[in-house]
């Protein structure tokens, strides 16, 4: 019964958001969305310039004020956002950013007490949380052949290119794994072989299943700038063991940033033929890439990922990353091939944002343990 009264919720509420925005309206600029902290307390707004927030909440009861726009309810979270935009919902932000940039109120004397900078503010993942988060694995050439010489890189890539078969997906925990930009990267206690990975992640828009590459961007919302954290210490020896064990290497919390917002697709065009994203840590460029270095495409990715699990509004799908990473050994100012506490990492997509994050020790673990607990990467490698 919960779930039928649900359902009629969100069926009532893009009736009335396709009834009430304008559905010819268009943007006067192109615009992001995001979750802050505003008086302490989570909301979503819109992006303007990488530089201005407006509180979508506030700005829609101004708007409404005037007897021109009828009532149109604002969503709770980006989930809500995410699954009524293409519902109607979108145009009422539309009018949202066209009234507040119409009538001059980003700035000065009638700046609106809904606008803010965004250097004011607590810049939260834009979505809390996920449903799930996919990650292709190993789904550039130059990742999969760190290390390589220029000749080696080649001939790997060709002899990939003749044989990709489909891709490789894994699954990566969201509450407690994701992160907004500004939030601390913890290296796990003992744990020092953390390495970083900036990818783009692919936000799901419309509930699907066997979605083919040819329909795949009908159910994109929008791209945002992600890192997979990975911790290659592996697991120890004896017992039903592996070196090879997924959650202790992509589990941890604070290993799945995202952000700084979501780019909604009608604003950045196909990914690829645009995507150029890069992460430096302090100062120094690790890793850079475009789309051509994919190995399966994005709505290859999708259609994959879509014919193992069905994908809904507000779930994300990692594309993977370049070379470039720990294994590839970029020397940095450490002299250390993993993240060490203290360095600051910086992630990019050209288009979308910026990720910005300290690497810190994790601290304050209790000393009332079993030994059932993942040890100290010191305790069974390099002796």
Known sequence: MRRILTLALVVALACAVGASAQTDVTPAEPFKVGTFNIHGVPHVGVVLRDSLVIDIEVANMALESNPEYSTVPMPEDMLELI??????????????????????RLSGSNRADYVYDVSELRIRPPIMYPGKIMNAAVNFYTHACEGCTEEELQARTRERQEQRGVPYLFLKPSRGAVIGS?????MPFGRDRIEWEVEMAI?????????????????????MVAMDISDR????????ATRSDWFVGKGHDTFAPHGPWIVPK???GDPMERLHQ???IDGVTVQ???????????????????????????????SGTSGGTGAG????????GYLQAGETISASIEGIGTLNHRVVAEEGVPGDLSGAQLPPTASYLDR
């Open 83 to 104: 699954g009524r935009y293409e519902y109607g919902l979108k145009y009422r932000l539309y009018e949202i950013v066209n009234d507040t940039v119409g009538n001059n």
């Open 182 to 186: 500004g939030d601390d990267v913890v």
């Open 203 to 223: 936000v799901f828009g419309r509930t699907g299943k066997y979605i083919s590459a040819s329909r795949a961007y009908d159910h994109v919302f929008g791209y």
């Open 233 to 240: 210490g592996g697991r120890p020896p004896g017992g039903n």
């Open 266 to 268: 009608e604003f950045y």
């Open 278 to 280: 890069s992460l430096v």
């Open 288 to 318: 850079e890439a475009r789309a051509g270095d994919m190995i399966h495409n994005i709505p290859e990715l999708i259609e994959y990922a879509s014919s193992l699990i069905t994908v809904y509004p507000g779930d994300v799908l990692q």
């Open 329 to 336: 050994r970029v020397e940095r100012a450490t002299g250390s």
